[in-house]
């Protein structure tokens, strides 16, 4: 079963989503997608906004809804490749731990989302698919040929 | 493919309207643009030329 996730807006041709995250408290996560020196390959930022309009990008907001933050991640993510269909998506881990969770998390949603996208873990430099004993602190997410009509 | 949304925008916290989100967003770039060229400024070449793989792997007849 599939987490649920939060309603996102989008702005900026789908560069940029934002959601509430509802757990202990409401805080305004934002979701960014920022083009790199690599020909039509983008970053993914994820931050807190605080009231002051500063972000913080590496927040542990620990606040009680890790899964639906990241389910609603992976389905902006979705979102994003299915208006820049053959961009590439480079997601990585700030930590070891942070990394163990982006993989549970993206096998839990690859469940739902493996149909429609192709995800490489980076070991060292080399890509490879997917494998739970393994811990990967890059992953690459694009969207697979013919499925763009969901 | 199934949604479900847990939210429906009812919690958003006070002080955020989506004018508030404009007034902001040239930081919120800037900020999350400064990450992504530190971020990128680590890659190896090797890593570089493993993302031109699989896009040519991927876009090949």
Known sequence: MNAAFYETEWYSECLMFWFTSTGKESIIKVILFKPTEEFDVYEIALGDLNPDGSIDLDARSDNGDTEEVLSTVAKAVLFFLSDHIEAQVVIEASSDSRARLYQIAIKKEMTDLGNYLVIYGFDNENPEVLRSDKNYKKFVISLKENRLEF | METKIRDKKGNVPDWFTPEKLEEFRPAIEAA??????????????????????????????
């Not at chain 2, 990450?35 to 400024?41: N, Y």
């Not at chain 2, 070449?45 to 090949?60: G, Y």
């Open chain 2, 32 to 61: 999350a643009q400064e990450k992504v060229d530190r971020l990128v400024a680590a890659w190896t070449p090797e890593f570089r030329a493993a993302l031109r793989k699989l896009r040519e792997r991927k876009t090949a007849p």
